[in-house]
């Protein structure tokens, strides 16, 4: 036995590579053999004494192996493996920052020959028996250590040339560590049995890999090598592994690079895969956060905000939010918490849960002053009448918290300001109190105004309410202005001007803006423009004309609906929407008004169709029973249509009128529900005129020439449609 | 009167620098005709960039009678990748000249036929314009990265899709209602491409998407120095453009790449950041909640700094080896190996 072992010796220095060096390291060795010796013979000691203590052998047994490997090792020491020496001399240049002789010295290492070496021992299965067994697994845990000895050097190499600049030939080098690894672990590197120092070269490397491709610009092979580091089986742990997908994540969110799908071949049945770079990124992103609610990572704060940054992108913020509320607490204060989920609520449309969050966070006990917040719950209430007046408030406190210094927030404020001012002014139950509102409204519009010149938003939303107060010659000068300042790229900005023309009654100039309108719109999105202009042509009593417009816009509308179907990702928004009921409606009205009642019944039938309780529609029915005198039946209508909507201006005008004709004792009546009409829409000139009549056939003269007078100024400014259409 | 003749189509990467030398004139350098690569020098070549981003930028430009336009648009119409390439860098010049003085309302014909032939093209790489969807994933199905627990359900469940981009309607003029939505898509276009794009089309980009938020920026509380910020006397003042967010959200995405991408640039992340800062103020200015949430995110995220790839470790062991491998270190080196 002891004659077979020093055979194998002398094979093995028969067939090492390298002829000159070998020679010069072999009397390097020779001359410093007594110190290395005896330092390999207690390393070899030790390791033998943790084999035996591991083993079940016999006593008698273990003293047998430790004595026979100490022999081993003595002859072993007598020369140096040749990849084992370059690898050790070159890790020690590299610790002492001497990065080019340290692959001077790295360059001798021949990686292949080194692993093909290694290859057989470390994937031999161990023998039955026992002796044999100790023997081998000793000789295994050697070769590992040889092995990781020579890959940790090749890795080194990568690091050095690195740190030379040499992105690709760094590369390079640390791909072939990783094919090294693959070719002797075949199956994927098992969990146990595997040098931690070798596994520690392996996760270095297999994290490195990937970021040297990055610095050399090949940005393919990068996103390879992450799939490559993600997908096979390193045994890396969870720092290591969340540190590659979360760089991963952010390279496909961020690289510019369009990545291919992850192969087929790695996907299991009902694997969800991801077929683009948003999508692999929101997966890696979501593991991430998984693995820390788990405790398998530590909190990166990065994660969120890059998940947060992707679910934006594509309007997914209820999924946002979800993440968001599973962050445990301690991470994020819970103010700032709020503030986020009312951000997500919000933008997913969910306004009643953001407008809650909102509240608790300005609650006076947690951040009445934060700016940001207080903007955003003023905008939520800006958009709902019944919320103005909470609007207000908000709005008002970030008026006064904001920082003198900023300009432009302090606009945005007052811009909020105004809006909810206006909205209120649209309930105001006294007359006083709504002049009181549209005043200030329109004082913080325009001091927003002075503080941020070339929002056009501002200046539309001016001009609104200018024309909501019938003052139509500044209203025109805000819609030209905004128009201007947009390029006539936004629509709403054309049916404003639009509108306002027609509310001074020159209608062919309105008429004029209508058709620029139409021809700077594609046809998909002209339905709220031909409403308008089929409006006008009513408005200049052209009938035919009117009727050739709506079929138009039926045409129209009717193509929208086989296209879109239901509509299940709301691309379009809502305003720029004409419905089928609506155009139905325009036309029966037409007809009615032509006394065309074949037609407007025809019509009136499709628009029930549609919608089956509508005040709308009843009170056009109801108009049709009254102008045939129909009188008990036009009533029935109009009740019903007040019974559907309590505050359908039009048939509480409609009733007013209709019952101040029928004598002296329901006049009273007639009055209630006129007055109430105006309540809800103060700028309805019918509803003046009527009232006034109504005050002349009881003997106010005086209160009845008022009436007559507003209505009177009121049929001077009336547009075609309501402002609030817009 | 040569200027006159119709010019002959774009074939080779050498035809298309001579043609834009018959544009441009001394304004071109003399190394583009004799460069190796004439492709790459129209991609990369600074003195190229300056020259037709200057004169993009040149008041009176983009006119229907343009010369560069009508360059840039046969360019692009040659169907040749590398020359397409070209064209793509001058993306952020183009959009940012052409969004600023469209809402002056200047006669922009020849912008509009360039914005219009890359649109098109945006949209046939979209099999017919469809929309780009996004399914999201849920983690309690297992995934190529993950294994779920709970075994896999009988029946898929129905994944979230969300819409990252609308679906692109084929358009043969430009209106104005939609002029944002055609830029837009030109920009996913250059979005697509910016891993190869020169780092100077990126600062371009960021400095017009500056001038399109109105230059709000935290950066700018204290005043100006007039002189610096002024642009060149011949070139015009870039102006605040609307943002909707068909707009909004592909500048967003290339303000990301410039902010956080692989490119080692510390003055792209400068300017990036600024870009980044400009676009949250002027989403707070309207409280669009997707476009604050976006951009505060891209903020928050330019503070932080990367996580460094762990250095290799060394452990004390080597120590008890240092004379040997001193000696062993001698012999080596000594034969220059």
Redesign the interface.
Known sequence: MAAAMAESDNNGSEVSPGG??RD??S???A??SP??AK?RALLELETASAAAAASESSEARVDDGNIQEAESSLREGLS?NYEE??A??G?????RGNVE?AL??F??IDLQAAIQRFQPSLSEKPPSKRSNKLRSDSSNSGSQHAASLVL?AI??KS?SLQKLGKAVEAAQQCRSVLDAVESIFQRGIPDVMVEQ?LQ?TVS?SV??LP?LW??AGA?QE?LASYRRA??SQWNLDDDCCT?I??RFA??L??????ASP?SLA???????????N??EA???L??IL?KWYLGKTHW???VM??L??AL??????S??AKHLEEVLPGIYPRTGRWY?LA??N??ASHNEA?LNLLRKLLNKNESPGDI?AL??AA?LCSSDYSLASEGVEYARRAVTNVDS??G??K??ALH?LGSCLAKKSRIATSDHQRSLLQTESLKSLSEAISL?R????LIYDMGIEYAEQRNMQAALKCAKEFI????????KGWRLLSLVLSAQQRYSEAEVVTDAAL????K??QGPLLRIKAKLKVAQSLPMEAVEAYRALLALVQAQRKAYGTVK?G?EEVDNKVSEFEVWQGLANLYASLSYWRDAEICLQKAKALKSFSAITLHAEGYTREVREQTQDALAAYFNAVSTEVEHVPSKVSIGALLSKQGPKYLPVARSFLSDALRHEPTNRMAWFYLGKVHKHDGRLADAADCFQAASMLEESDPIESFRSL | MTSDASPQPIQSAKSAVESLAAVLGAALPGTLASADDPANALLHDAGVARAVVGRLRREGSGAGNDGLCRWLYDAFQSNLPEIQLAVLRFVPALAGVYMSRAVSRKPLAGFEAVLLALYAHAAAQRGSGEAETVSLPNLANPSVYHDAKVPPKTKAAELDVAVLSPALEPHGTMRATRRARIVGAVLELYHGKLAIMPLSSKMEFCEFCVAWTGNRSKLDDKPRVAAASEPAAAEEKLRRVPLPWELFQPVLRIVAHCLLGPTNSDELKTQATRAAECMYWRAAETMDARSVLATRSLVRLSQMTEEPIPEPSFSGAVETNMAELEAMRANILSNKN
């Open positions: 000159g060096g010069s390291a009397a390097a060795a001359v410093a110190v290395k330092a140096l020496a370059r050790l001399l890790r020690l240049e590299y610790q002789a001077r010295v360059d001798g940790e890795y080194l690091m120092k520690e270095k994290e490195l970021e990055k610095q940005y990068a993600l997908l540190r997908q979360k952010v390279f969110l961020y690289g510019g690079v369009e992850p790695s996907q299991t049945e009902g694997s969800y895969v991801p077929k683009n948003l999508e929101i997966l890696l979501m593991i998984k990166d704060p990065s905000e890059h947060t940054f934006s992108l594509c309007g997914q913020t999924v946002l986020s951000l997500c919000y933008a953001a940001m903007l955003l905008k210094s900023d432009h927030l606009s945005a909020f941020d070339h929002n056009p938003d201007d300042a947009t390029g006539g790229s936004v629509s021809d700077e719109t594609t998909w999105e990702n691309t």
